[in-house]
């Protein structure tokens, strides 16, 4: 049975996975950098592109280890070649076209948000799940807040996309902003249900123009000015030692430095996040008819954004990729390359890493 071999490297995870045509992960690894960007409170890109170059060899030789795979297994070598960070991409794609290059394999640059949705489609092969087309894709994550429309095969049309940050990016300015570490998502969410989301007003954006298109920047100026707006020093100070101490808090640690005030503004932030999010999705399914809806990214992990788009609130059925596959990961990326192994629609070896690079 042959496999694909898939290597991520655009943002701040080193990750690489051998994916059967069937879909079945046989392995995926990830080394998470966040311990190496935590105190920066974001990605530092040339930090980031040393960590990949120390990660790339240990982590590609773990995925064929647990996979049980050598050379002679592989079909293709899939890779992330965009969009992200341009340093960072490099690595992961030199590192595929070496072995291409060595081992006579073709290549398959996948394009990282398309990833992202086919992290999707994986995990509902596994469960027997039906997505039903035309389907909504909204990636949301650290660097991309996309709609899509996707009729289906390799096609995708863009509906709407941020102006200003991506939502992932919100959750991480505004945890940094109240002395919570990096990647400030996952803290927030589990905040979120202690506190009050009627509590305090935050604005939901105003847009002109495409109302599909997103915007995360007043909310995040609205948590900024309530922050300056009280006397916080020491409430943070003290979110900064215990992170000083512990670079992993549990929320029970979390909880004994945060008074209720503070998880009132998390619980309002979190709740026009969602809102924001998918009254569009609820806005773009009405306009396009679609029949099912995609949520992946790292912020389709947030505990919040999945019961919300469960509730019944959404025309048609909503699909979350599991969380191992929510966050950036290599299975995405050879899934995403299978039906192009099967057109044999290769990349060559010149193929560049584009940190802009668009999926429709
Ligand atoms: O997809 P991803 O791993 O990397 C990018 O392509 O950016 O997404 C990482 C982002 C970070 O901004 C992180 O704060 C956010 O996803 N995130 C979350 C949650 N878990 C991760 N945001 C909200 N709620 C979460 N539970
Ligand atoms: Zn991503």
Redesign the pocket.
């Known amino acids: 049975m042959p496999y694909i071999l898939g290597i991520e490297t ?4 080193t990750a690489a996975a051998i994916v059967a045509r069937d879909g079945e992960v046989l392995s995926s690894i990830v080394a998470s950098q966040a311990a190496t960007h935590g105190k920066y409170g974001g990605v530092v890109p040339e930090l980031a592109s040393r960590e990949h170059l120390r990660a790339i060899t240990p982590v590609v030789r773990e995925a064929m280890r647990q996979a049980h795979a050598s050379w002679a297994d592989l079909a293709a070598v899939a890779a992330t070649s965009g969009p ?1 960070l341009v340093g960072s991409l490099l690595v992961g794609l030199t590192y595929a076209k070496s072995i291409c290059a060595v081992r006579r394999l073709p290549l398959i640059g996948v394009n ?1 948000l398309e990833g ?1 949705i086919h992290a999707v489609v994986l995990d509902a092969r596994k469960s027997g799940a039906v997505i039903e087309f035309p389907a909504l894709a909204l990636v ?5 807040t996309h709609l899509f429309l996707w009729p289906g095969g390799e096609r995708y049309q863009l509906l709407g996309k941020t102006r200003d940050d ?4 919100a ?2 300015k505004v ?1 940094k902003l109240l002395g919570f570490g ?5 803290v ?3 905040l979120a249900p202690h506190g009050d989301p009627d509590a305090i007003p935050l604005p939901l954006a105003r847009m002109k123009g495409n109302p599909l298109d997103f915007s995360f920047s007043g909310l995040k100026t609205a948590v900024l000015r309530w922050v300056q707006s009280r006397q916080m020093e020491s409430e943070i100070a003290a979110r900064r030692e215990l992170l000083r101490r512990n670079p992993r808090p549990s929320p029970e640690e979390w909880l004994r430095v945060t008074p209720p005030a503070t998880l009132n503004v998390i619980a309002a932030f979190q709740r026009v ?1 969602i809102e924001e999010l998918l009254k569009r999705v609820e806005r773009a399914a009405e306009q396009t008819g679609a029949r099912s809806v995609i949520i992946s ?3 389709a ?3 919040g ?1 999945r019961a919300a788009a469960r509730s019944g609130r959404l025309s048609c059925p909503a699909f979350f990729p599991t969380p191992h596959l ?3 990961n290599a299975a995405m990326i050879a899934a995403a390359a299978w039906p192009r192994l099967e057109r044999r629609e290769f990349d060559d070896l010149s193929l560049k890493a584009q940190a802009n690079l668009a999926l429709a």
């Open positions: 655009s943002c701040d995870e992200g990282h992202h949301a994550s650290g660097g991309h991506a939502a992932g990016e959750y991480d945890a990096y990647p400030g998502g996952p927030l969410d589990s996040v990214g790292g912020v992990c947030n505990a954004l929510s966050t950036d």
